[in-house]
């Protein structure tokens, strides 16, 4: 993939070269806690446009009117929150990179999600990778992870987004124990950029209609908007309660609205008709399981990271869960990994690319901003596939513009 880019990057790689990209990133956010990979992905303009066109397609087909009344059915009662918009400020679209019998690369959607990403440490690792590559007459850029903006607009477009009009120490970012997430960097990379700090949820303080922050010193600061960052089944899982209920009338903004957190996810791929959706059903809905079962994975709708997730289901697994659960997990068509790329060190490595949308204006159809990228060698994506080996982790898509 990208073959010109990808065999002038290995043969300049180096234990050195990756050093220095670490070295630049720690020094602006401090020790990574996930794993970091070895090199940027660099995306051919084929596979970008098919990446970029597929995961807007699938949005505005998820934005019908119609079906937005059948996908709000998602929303469990308990975590309703007011004041919910027309559409979501972002959403991600994760697509497994595979190969066409002709060689050609496409993608095919594993999950999406209506919830913020890591928009802030993308754009700080594609500027740490080409500060690399431009050490290097043959790699020199201009080098670019933005859709058709420059660098400045995308991050002023970010700053909409999480900020809107409000003074950035009256914006928090939420998430459960944030110092404890192994995105911790995003919060760091959020707070460089936008002046905005991260928060536990259990730590808001109300009064009234108002929510409240304590900042360093102590001194008690004014929620106005929330950067949202909860994962619900996080929450639970922990017994962690926030200070109000989530069906109360607070004067607070949400960026991005909790409720899409359920409305744009798993939950919407049964309905979705495009050739990069691979077919899903509901299992309750499943009147005969396909004998073939091999040929499919067994998923849980609201997990996060790929918790949960069956890759060879058998009919056990289909019968431990019970009926009356189903309704909350989907059948999907398996998908193959291609081969992405050939690694330094000469093995090759899968891919997986999460188109990463933002809106632009308020009220605005989410667009494809940036893409943040998992590299594997394993089974699956995730570090308990991926120990031991070299060129898998955390990385970010770009391209020469």
Known sequence: MNRPERALFNARWSEELFASYRTRLENQVGPIPFQLAETPFFISKELREFLFTS???????????????????????????????????????????????????????????????LYAMMTLMAGAWTDELNAFPELEGPWTPFNGKTRAEAVEQMRRVIVGDHDPREVVLVDVEPEEQKTVPDFVTTRLFFGVESCCITKLEREGRNLYRRDASGERVRVRRIYNRVVFDELEKKGLNAPFAWGDDLDVEWASHPNWYWIWSK???????????????????????????????????????????????TQADIDAIPVGERSGWILQEKITYANAFEAPDGGTVKAEVRVMLLRDEPGGMPAPLLCLVRLSRGKMLGVDFNKGFRFVGGSVGMWRD
């Open 267 to 313: 939950y919407a791929l049964p309905y979705v008709n495009h050739r990069a959706v691979p077919k899903a059903t509901f299992l309750h809905e499943v009147s005969e399981i396909p004998g073939n079962l091999g040929d499919y994975v067994l998923k849980p709708l609201f997990s996060f990271a790929g918790a949960g997730v069956i890759l060879d289901p």
């Open 55 to 117: 995961a807007s397609a699938i949005v505005e087909q998820l934005a019908d009117p119609a079906l937005l009344e059948k996908l709000r059915g998602a929303v469990p009662e308990r975590f309703n929150v007011r004041g919910e918009p027309a559409l979501p400020d972002c959403a991600q679209v994760d697509f497994a990179v595979v190969e066409n019998a002709d060689g050609t690369f496409e993608g095919r959607v594993v999950e999406l999600q209506a919830f913020p990403s």
